[in-house]
């Protein structure tokens, strides 16, 4: 294939064109095999090697192209796998009757004990004990913006009238419903309509209400590891649950198909906990198994937005030609869980489905509420926090990874799940177990949770290893908190090594 210089008309930031330019050419079939070198490259569509240096980087994250060290890019998907995601890309029709299946009847798995459920988003109850607090639920509380939050509500209170005193919607009002399909279109590249969105407090109501929809009868598999309340929701319902492993690359599909699952509840753009990014072969895998078996795909998209090296992972469910995928999401991290403001987006068999027989709900997220936030994302706000919230939490991401580098720490630990969302991986080598980690952490005053805390049910996973949400982190106390960690895990450690030095003596 000859490469053309590259043509912009919407002027676009050109590695984003770039990237577009390959992708398509990638998924219709007509690059194959090696990719020219950034030099030939930037050469040939007449741009920079540095923007040809980012575009390689974004393909090679969402699993277009992999890289071979000295040889160059290669194009990842074979010849069919191209076929198959350029008819995804253009097909329009959708699967019938997707929300209208029949109910099978099934023995109930026991739920796992929620006592030992562990979330991401839901802090336990009153004000933390512990120095620091490295669970996930997190977010910077410092940056929400208050000026901007406090102005709008007072512009609502003074210009809605009694809009904010009346019923609202049961999908929500309008306004807030067309703000976030724009949202979704620049953020996730996803083409929604207003009617397509329905808001509600919280993601445990949206997993409600999409259980009513879909069915108790229905059988629902989960990734494992993954989000315990999601388990303990399913439980509730008394639905048949099978947890299924994860590899490398996501959820383990094989395993999936041998559940006979209906629906999937999955994480692909960043996975919760593992930090798992989803190919785009994989992707469109699970996309033909859905099709094949029709299966509804749950895509939970919590925090994948704070991508710290390239731009966003694209959803699922801009892959999506079926109808296959409902999306869900929340402003939990990206402005305030207190909030309580989630939305799915259904597809429109399903959206069918949920008119006929759930839309006699009324909106859990009062009126007042979702003016604001409305405002917050149609007049800029919400575009122009979220930067300075994406630079905010790259500095601790990066800061607390140099630390740790930089710590005594860095010769006995590896680090997982980088460059994407709000915590990190840390898995200790050799020496104490999960348990003894997170207890000897809590002892010099640090709160963190292990690994092996979000498996509803026996799965594998690394040992010794524990999640790090740095989102609340203070940059300046970083220093501290890992002297405190060096302290509750290598301290029993160099004891030992200075008692062998000496011969075992005491100090002369």
């Known amino acids: 294939m000859v490469w053309q210089r590259l043509d912009n008309p919407d002027g676009r930031p050109l590695n984003e064109a770039v990237y577009e330019y390959i992708r398509s050419e990638i998924c219709r079939g007509a690059m194959r095999g090696r990719l020219p070198s950034k030099n030939r490259a930037a050469e040939a569509l007449g741009v920079s090697k540095v923007t040809i240096e980012k575009a390689y980087e974004q393909l090679k994250a969402e699993g277009y192209i992999y890289a071979r060290e000295r040889s160059g890019y290669f194009v990842e998907l074979d010849s069919a796998m191209a076929w198959r995601a350029e008819r995804l890309a253009e097909q329009t029709e959708r699967t019938d009757h997707v929300g209208g299946r029949t109910d099978r009847t099934d023995q109930v798995n026991d739920p796992s004990d929620p006592s030992a459920i562990h979330d991401k988003d839901d802090p336990s109850e009153g004000l933390s004990p512990f120095v620091y607090d490295l669970n996930t639920y997190a977010v910077s509380a410092d940056s929400f913006p208050f000026a901007v939050w406090s102005r709008l509500m007072r512009r609502v209170m003074s210009e809605e009238g009694p809009a904010i005193v009346g019923n609202t919607p049961p999908k929500g009002i309008i306004a807030l419903r067309e703000a976030i399909v724009s949202y979704l279109l620049t953020y996730r590249g996803i083409s929604a309509a207003p009617e397509q969105v329905i808001v509600g407090a919280g993601s445990e109501w949206i ?6 929809l879909l069915g108790t009868q229905r059988r629902y598999a989960i990734e494992n590891p993954g989000y315990g309340k999601v388990s303990s929701i399913l439980g509730a319902y008394g639905v048949v649950v099978s947890r299924v492993g994860m590899g490398d690359d996501g959820i383990d599909l094989e395993a999936l198909r041998g559940t006979q699952a209906d629906v999937v509840h999955i994480t692909p753009s960043h996975h919760f906990p593992l930090g798992i990014i989803m190919p785009i072969q994989k992707r469109l895998e699970l996309l033909a198994l859905a099709a094949e078996k029709d299966m509804v795909i749950i895509e939970d998209d919590y925090d994948s937005e704070f991508r710290f090296a390239g731009r966003p992972i694209p959803a699922l469910t801009g892959l999506d030609s079926h109808g296959r995928v409902i999306y869900v999401n929340t402003f939990a991290k990206s402005l305030a869980p207190s909030l309580r403001i989630s939305y799915m987006v259904l597809p429109p068999a399903l959206l069918a489905h949920y008119e006929r027989k ?6 859990t997220v009062p009126g007042f509420e979702q003016h604001v936030m409305a405002r917050f994302l149609s007049e800029g706000h919400f575009a122009r926090h979220f930067t300075r919230m994406k630079a905010t939490y790259k500095a601790k991401h990066d800061a607390l990874l140099e630390g740790i580098a930089a710590s005594r720490l860095a010769p006995d630990v590896a680090i997982t799940g980088k460059s994407v969302g709000l915590h990190i991986l840390l898995t ?14 809590a002892q010099q005053g640090v709160a963190l949770r292990g690994l092996s805390a979000f498996c509803t049910a026996p799965c594998a996973i690394p040992a010794s290893t524990v999640v790090m949400g740095f989102a609340s982190l203070d940059m300046a106390g970083i220093p501290d908190l890992l002297r405190r960690l060096e302290r509750a895990w290598l301290g029993n450690r160099e004891k030992r090594a200075g008692s062998a030095a000496d011969g075992g003596r005491g100090a002369d």
């Open 428 to 441: 200790l080598k050799g020496g104490l177990s999960e348990s003894d980690m997170v207890r000897r952490a």
């Open 358 to 363: 759930l839309s006699f709900y009324a909106c």
């Open 207 to 212: 997993w409600s209400l999409f259980i009513q």
